[in-house]
């Protein structure tokens, strides 16, 4: 094989894992978002509906960096309050577990920061200085580019964990909605009017 020839299949490994990894991040992020729009909201009763649609739209062009720094506060378990002029009723949904305690939230958010890292790294630099000439920086960056995909699968399928588990609860609510509310009604005191 010529040098040349080296040259280019090492360039053509070094596309193939960049398109990998980059495939990666787009989908912890789409996942990110599935958790961070789904596993806490809040809003009157009357407005839900609409209100929902503008939180998930709002939700739908957040950076990645971003929504790693929310996904701690979206998955605490804390119910948001509502704002002292509020209209009733008032619907508010959080999502937590045992399982994820704010220490493990804490650690997730450190490890996806890391995630981002690479992924601004990858999209912003790696390939900015690369000497294009040389096979041994297209090995380099092979290299590099398969650690970032290790480090990245670490994180990647608990995070699909929790989309996935988003959805189901987000399922589960949308389908028992209604028993859900005519519950609450009848917990709600009589009118007396």
């Known amino acids: 094989m010529t040098p040349g020839a080296k040259i280019e299949d090492a360039r053509d490994n070094a596309f193939c894992k960049i398109g990998r990894n980059l495939a990666n991040f787009q989908l912890m992020e789409s996942m990110l978002k599935v958790v961070v729009t789904n596993a806490r909201f809040s809003s009157s009763g009357s407005n839900a509906k609409e209100n929902f649609r503008r939180h998930e739209k709002s939700i739908g062009s957040t950076s990645f960096g971003e929504l790693v720094e929310r996904l701690p506060r979206v998955l605490d378990g804390q119910p ?22 704010a220490e493990i939230l804490r650690d997730l958010r450190r490890e996806m920061r890391r995630i981002v890292q690479d992924r601004n790294q990858l999209v912003h630099h790696m390939l900015a200085h ?25 994180v990647f399928e608990r995070v ?21 509310a005519n519950a609450m009604l009848k917990e709600l005191p009589p009118n007396d009017a």
Do not use: C, F, G
């Open 160 to 180: 699909k964990l929790l989309a996935t588990t988003v959805q189901s609860m987000r399922r589960a609510l949308t389908e028992n909605a209604e028993a859900i």
């Open 130 to 154: 690369l000497d294009r000439s040389s096979l041994d920086a297209w090995n380099s960056l092979s290299v590099e580019l398969d650690a970032q995909y290790q480090r990245t699968l670490q």
């Open 80 to 101: 948001d309050e509502p704002p002292e002029d509020h209209q009733l009723p008032w619907i508010s949904i959080s999502m937590s577990s045992d399982a994820l305690p």
